[in-house]
């Protein structure tokens, strides 16, 4: 459904995205993950066309950078990393952001069934006794919550994902990625998803991608990967050692 056809993005001289090419097929999730500077930000901005890029990327066959933006958007979601709020909206307001892709008029009044899809949104995150709140009185965990709940609203088939769980606390972090990946298997929708953690990363997929130096270094299922040693190389420390020396303080009765 997302064919990704020879990327490259240079900024400057440096080439940030080195001649990438994949196929993401409807419904798989996939985790990407790599070093600091490995490319992955830089990838996931040409997937939704926001950033200059050589090559192509096709969704459903048709050319990304001959799509309008509203109506990539009604496709392609993002859900970022929470970022400092200078305006203030209610909850419902930022949530019903979602449908204005969906509304055919700039200045049109939000209809029965925005209402009522927004309301739905906020109470599948839990959030519908808030919803009158200004945005910038909510804590981090429940900001985030208000975004995914705008992703749900404005319902594309795929959600980027761009490290959402930096900054949440570890309750947010396994409920935001546990809720991922039950909405998208009942819904059908696909998460390509830049998760730095790797726990988290295995949590919410299958398979991963690994960048390394503006290319996919490899891709392959979450166990193949582990087994396969490359993330010390990736990360340049012993991974393993680390995760079981954490494990041995944890199992330490
Ligand atoms: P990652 O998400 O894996 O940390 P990025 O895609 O953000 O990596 O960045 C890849 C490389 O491109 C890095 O070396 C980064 O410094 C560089 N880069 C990213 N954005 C810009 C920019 N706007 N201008 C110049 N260099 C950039």
Avoid at 77 to 104: A, E, K
Avoid at 121 to 137: M, R, W
Avoid at 229 to 242: A, E, G, P, T, V
């Amino acid at each position: 459904m997302l064919k990704v056809d020879s990327i490259s993005v240079y900024y400057n001289n440096f080439k940030a995205l080195d001649n990438v090419s994949f196929e993401f097929k409807k419904g798989e999730n996939i985790s990407i993950i790599g070093a600091n500077g490995s490319g992955k930000t830089t990838f996931l901005k040409c997937l939704c066309n926001i950033l200059d890029f050589k090559g192509n990327v096709y969704l459903d066959n048709k050319n990304i950078k001959n799509i309008k933006r509203k109506d990539l958007a009604k496709k392609i979601g993002i859900l970022s990393q929470i970022i400092p709020i200078n305006f203030d909206f209610s909850v419902f307001d930022t949530v019903m952001m979602g449908r204005f892709i969906h509304q055919d008029r700039f200045f049109v009044s939000n209809t029965k069934e925005d209402e009522e899809i927004v309301i739905n949104a906020l109470k599948t995150v839990e959030l519908l006794n808030l919803k009158d709140k200004n945005i910038s009185n909510l804590s981090g965990g429940q900001l985030q919550r208000v975004f995914l709940a705008k992703i749900i609203a404005q319902n594309p088939d795929i959600i980027l994902l761009d490290e959402p769980t930096n900054h949440l606390d570890f309750k947010y972090q396994i409920e935001l990625i546990t809720f991922l990946k039950k909405w998208s298997l009942k819904e059908n929708k696909t998460i390509i998803g830049v998760i730095h953690d790797i726990n988290l990363a295995m949590l919410l997929t299958d398979n991963i991608i690994i960048m390394e130096n503006g290319k996919i270094k490899m891709y392959d299922k979450s166990e193949n990967i582990i087994k396969s040693n490359i993330l010390n190389s990736i990360y340049n420390i012993d991974i393993k050692k680390y995760m079981l020396d954490t494990l041995k303080k944890w199992d330490n009765k």
